[in-house]
Nanobody, 123 residues
Framework: QVQLVESGGRLVQAGESLRLSCAASGGSISRYGVGWFRQAPGKEREFVAT????????YYADSVEGRFTVSRDNAKNMVFLQMTSLQPEDTAVYYC????????????????WGQGTQVTVSS
C-alpha cells in the first residue's frame, strides 16, 4: 500500500503558474498510474490529468489541455502537475491518486488517495 501527500497549493493571481507535487511513501510509485483530480466546493471530484507508470501515456481533461502538464520522477517517488495560465475556475482542492491500472481518468479507478492541497486563483 502506498501513501500519497500532495503539496504546493496556495493562493495565486489569475494568469500565474503553480506546480503541485505528489510524494509517495510506503511503496514505489513506479508501480502505479497516477491521476490528478480536483474538487471545488459543492461540486463532484473531477478528473484533471493522468500519467501511466512509465510516463509513456498522459491524458488531460479538455478544460486544462495545453495549460497543465503532468510528469513523474520515479527515482524520487514523485509525480508533478505543472499548471500555467491559471484561472479562477481552477480553484479547487487538488488530489493525486494512484491506480493499479494503467491510468486513472475516473475517481472510481483510484486505489490510494492523498489528502489534497488547496489551490485558489483570484481574479
Amino acid at each position: 500500500q502506498v501513501q500519497l501527500v500532495e503539496s504546493g497549493g496556495r493562493l495565486v493571481q489569475a494568469g500565474e503558474s503553480l506546480r503541485l507535487s505528489c510524494a509517495a511513501s510506503g511503496g514505489s510509485i513506479s508501480r502505479y498510474g497516477v491521476g490528478w483530480f480536483r474538487q471545488a466546493p459543492g461540486k463532484e471530484r473531477e478528473f484533471v490529468a493522468t500519467i501511466g507508470w512509465s510516463a509513456g501515456s498522459t491524458y488531460y481533461a479538455d478544460s486544462v489541455e495545453g495549460r497543465f502538464t503532468v510528469s513523474r520522477d520515479n527515482a524520487k517517488n514523485m509525480v508533478f502537475l505543472q499548471m500555467t495560465s491559471l484561472q479562477p475556475e481552477d480553484t479547487a482542492v487538488y488530489y493525486c491518486g494512484a491506480t493499479q491500472g494503467g491510468i486513472a481518468t475516473m475517481a472510481t479507478s483510484v486505489h490510494f488517495w492523498g489528502q489534497g492541497t488547496q489551490v485558489t486563483v483570484s481574479s
